[in-house]
């Protein structure tokens, strides 16, 4: 089985919250681009690289490594590892374009084996995982009505955004408790906006609201700050940005930093530094769960694969941030009660009506 052929396609949904919004402003879209490979023998997937900016590269650069790395792969026998290594001898860094030309090989092994992607790394474990929504940096108003919603429709955790400014920042955590009721978890994210000393005086405020976990309160490289905040404060401390690969997770771990991790399949690059950073966090006595990536169902679908092999579910896993998106023509798993059921089977499924237009990135 060899590569025939990679295609792209650009994406661009819209968000169906209005005056949804994160640290850079409000955002009315969550544009991403798709990578397509076909071999020769029939068969086809898909990955998805998220484009929206600062976060990610433009989706036109995006194109471009696209065309760059499938037009070096084409006629490649589908052995994944070679693959891979290859396309980190191509291209240094965008791990997440990496990530998602895996995720279509991933694909293509699974549905010539006629299986699931669970069932290639080692069969499912979990046939649920319970998930958890995001409430975006809002006024505590709005925030109060997006946080009820949510409890509304079943969610059992909850994770909320930090502006960096503390008064208003607490008042954004009692709106969002008072909506919720006192059984809701909640995570709030700070997008390292505060320094160690407001962040330590901001969590002990908000506390007030039975906080579970203050989510990357300091900037990423500041690690002794985020280590005094771990130390000084009672709810559990999270790395997000500080945990840009294997080898951060292992000296958040070994430096006793922070009390558990996010984990991101772009951002890390794949499967395998995934299983690798789980296999940190165990053996270090972190805690870890997926973390969010505001992009369409058929990555929530994979995601869901691969976190339902993990050895076990120590935090409900953001997988369910697809439901924000207006325009996403895939299906996905079904979310119910605070819970993605992950399905045996797993293949790019659109939508009734739903066509994507692609343009050949490699012939």
């Known amino acids: 089985m060899k590569i025939a052929s990679v295609s792209s396609a650009i994406l661009t949904p819209s968000v169906s919250v209005a005056g949804w919004a994160l640290v850079t402003g409000r955002i009315a879209q969550l544009p991403c681009v798709l990578v ?3 071999t020769d023998d029939g068969h086809s997937g ?3 690289v998220g484009a929206l900016q600062p976060f990610d590269a433009p989706a036109g650069a995006i194109r471009e490594c696209i065309a760059y790395l499938g037009s070096a792969l084409i006629g490649k026998p589908l052995r994944i590892d070679a693959l891979m290594a290859e396309m ?3 291209l240094f860094g965008f791990a997440d374009i990496r990530a998602a030309f895996e995720a279509a090989f991933l694909e293509i092994v699974a549905a010539s084996r006629s299986t699931g992607i669970a069932d290639i790394l080692g069969g499912i474990r979990h046939h649920r995982l319970p998930v958890s929504r995001m409430v975006s940096l809002q006024s505590p108003e709005l925030m109060t009505d997006a946080a009820a919603k949510l409890a509304a429709d079943g969610y059992k955790v909850i994770k909320f955004k930090l502006g960096g400014d503390v008064d208003l920042d607490v008042a954004r955590a009692r709106a969002v408790r008072s909506a919720v009721g006192p059984a809701m978890r909640l995570t709030a994210d700070a997008n390292g906006r505060y320094d160690a000393k407001t962040a330590i005086r901001a969590i002990e405020r908000i506390d007030e609201f039975n906080l ?3 989510e990357q309160p300091v900037p990423r490289d500041d690690l002794d700050g985020l280590r005094m905040v771990t130390h000084a404060v009672r709810p559990q401390v999270e790395a997000d940005e500080s945990a840009g690969s294997p080898a951060e997770i292992a000296r958040l771990g070994r430096d006793r930093v922070v009390d558990s991790v996010v984990l991101r399949l772009p951002r890390l690059g794949g499967v395998r530094p995934i299983l690798e950073s789980v296999a940190i966090c165990r053996s270090f006595g972190l805690r870890y769960r997926f973390g969010v990536c505001f ?4 990555f929530q679908a994979f995601a869901a694969q691969v976190a339902s092999v993990l050895p ?3 935090l409900a896993h953001e997988l369910a941030e697809h439901t924000l998106l207006d325009g996403d023509p895939f299906l996905a798993p079904e979310i119910r009660d605070g819970y993605l059921h992950v399905p045996d089977a797993f293949g790019a499924r659109l939508k ?5 237009s ?3 990135a490699a012939p």
């Open 36 to 38: 397509k490979v076909e």
């Open 312 to 314: 076990e579910i120590p």
């Open 212 to 214: 579970d976990i203050i």
């Open 358 to 360: 692609w343009t050949p």
């Open 295 to 298: 992009l369409p169902g058929h």
């Open 46 to 48: 898909i990955g998805i």
């Open 88 to 90: 980190a001898r191509l």
């Open 352 to 356: 009734p009506g739903e066509t994507i």
